[in-house]
Antibody
């Protein structure tokens, strides 16, 4: 069965960086895009971006451009999300999520997020 | 960006009764070439990640009980729980994937 297992909770100071990992199992890692979504305490869900584990290509939400870097290591089926210049409002649970997609005449079409990791709490505090 | 809104913010329903959650998008998420609505519904229980319930606005994900149903088209959508069970207490989110990805603010469902 598909499993996404994320790294443990982190506490960081403002201005620091954090790198969260997401280890995939139960499917071909390079066959599905991986998304990252965050959820501030008591708040809703915010999409941050995706990585194509096959090519390493990425697409980031405009809000996070310049601060987020998504990478992967195909040898260990693991995706990473690094967020830099942390602020207190970056305190949130960060999720990886395996997304579905298909191709049509327009090209690549993304759809829903079928499987989710358990989440990683990142706390930013001085 | 497409903005998603949901109503109500919360609702309390008696066990066995119907719960209805509404979701509205700021622009149509209906893709005319295939007549599909690019909308999903997720359930999130406390301390857990979201779980996909419905995609293409009305297709139930495998393993999801048939008391959950989705309907609507264009900009207006509904998630219905036909007979609320105790295990359905959760926050429910709609999400559009027509243009990038945005989620609604969530609707909390409790037992009355």
């Amino acid at each position: 069965q598909v499993q996404l297992v994320q790294s443990g909770a982190e506490v960081k100071k403002p201005g620091a960086s954090v790198k969260v990992s997401c280890k995939a199992s139960g499917y071909t890692f390079t066959g599905y895009y991986m998304h990252w979504v965050r959820q501030a305490p008591g708040q809703g869900l915010e999409w941050m971006g995706w990585i194509n584990p096959n090519s390493g290509g990425t697409n980031y939400a405009q809000k996070f451009q310049g601060r987020v870097t998504m990478t992967r290591d195909t040898s260990i089926s693991t995706a990473y999300m690094e967020l830099s210049r942390l602020r207190s409002d970056d305190t949130a649970v960060y999720y990886c999520a395996r997304g579905r997609y298909y191709y049509d005449s327009s090209g690549l079409i993304f759809t829903d997020f079928q499987h989710w990791g358990q989440g990683t709490l990142v706390t930013v505090s001085s | 960006d497409i903005v998603m809104t949901q109503s109500p913010d919360s609702l309390a329903v008696s066990l066995g009764e119907r719960a209805t959650i509404n979701c509205k998008s700021s622009q149509s998420v209906l893709y005319s070439s295939n007549n599909k609505n690019y909308l999903a519904w997720y359930q999130q229980k406390p301390g857990q990640p979201p779980k996909l319930l419905i995609y293409w606005a009305s297709t139930r994900e495998s393993g999801v009980p048939d008391r959950f149903s989705g309907s609507g088209s264009g900009t207006d959508f509904t998630l219905t729980i036909s007979s609320l069970q105790a295990e359905d207490v959760a926050v429910y989110y709609c999400q559009q994937y027509y243009s990038s990805f945005t989620f609604g603010p969530g609707t909390k469902v409790d037992i009355k």
